[in-house]
């Protein structure tokens, strides 16, 4: 069982649509971390969050938008996606953000964009 | 800014044999971290194993152990009586341990797909 929780496993949306992508863990990390990974390729940085404040924002379109409400919880709000955007959204944890710390994934939300 | 390379995208090994994922990454720093990752059919991102570069020992996790060779910029992943659960993609990947804004990603290798044999 992964300690980091995302949900919905899967999602499939059209481009007008407004979605949200979750992500939980109880580990008492103050890191967490957004990758997406288009298939049979690795997984690419979006956004770090440490201590709940935006961190590292890798130039995501503004069409990705990441809220850390609590130390547990990071969300990913999505609004007028493209096709192109369609992917594993796969989400970290580490201890704290330092180079040393490892990252623990969640088991990813498959997203679909009509 | 540092690469990672994978030169096997995909790799077999019949159940029990050993199989080496090779891994070569390129860097200017001294000091730095590199990482195994398997990521099975399940999607989740699972660390196998992790080594220090200023360690000259190499790291081991049971049946899972690196060639760390620091002057060849080389990591190898070995896996020793390979097992069924261990089918899945392996990604390399390194991570700077110099202390300083985005210096905390992890730069991934394309990945190299190990598929067991019964």
Redesign the interface.
């Known amino acids: 069982d992964t300690e980091v929780t995302q949900t919905p496993k899967h999602l499939v949306m059209g481009m007008t649509n407004k979605k949200s992508l979750k992500c939980e863990q109880h580990m008492g990390h103050r890191a967490m971390y957004w990758y997406k990974q288009k298939a049979k390729k690795p997984p690419e940085l979006m956004f770090v969050y440490s201590y709940e404040k935006l961190s590292i924002n890798e130039s995501v379109p503004s069409r990705f938008s990441p809220e850390c409400p609590n130390s547990s919880l990071l969300n990913l709000h999505l609004h007028a996606l493209q096709p192109e955007d369609s992917a594993l959204y796969l989400c970290a944890s580490s201890q704290r953000l330092a180079v040393d710390q490892p990252q623990h994934f969640g088991d990813g939300t498959r997203l679909s964009i009509l | 800014a540092q690469t990672v390379t994978q030169s096997q995208p995909e790799m077999s090994v019949q159940e029990a044999e050993t199989v080496t994922l090779s891994c070569t990454y390129d860097t200017s720093e001294s000091d730095y971290?590199l990482?195994w990752?398997k990521q099975p059919p399940?999607?989740?991102?699972?660390?196998v194993i992790?080594q220090?570069a200023y360690k000259q020992q190499n790291a081991t996790e049971n049946r899972f152990s690196v060639n760390f060779q620091k002057a060849a910029k080389s990591f190898s992943l070995k896996i020793s009586d390979s097992q069924l659960g261990d089918a899945a993609m392996y990604?390399c990947a390194y991570?700077?341990?110099?202390?300083g804004?985005?210096?905390?990603?992890?730069t991934?290798?394309?990945?190299t797909r190990l598929t067991i044999i019964p």
Do not use: D, H, P
């Open positions: 971290y990482f990752y399940s999607r989740q991102m699972i660390l992790r220090e990604f991570r700077s341990a110099v202390r804004f985005g210096n905390e990603k992890l991934f290798g394309t990945g």
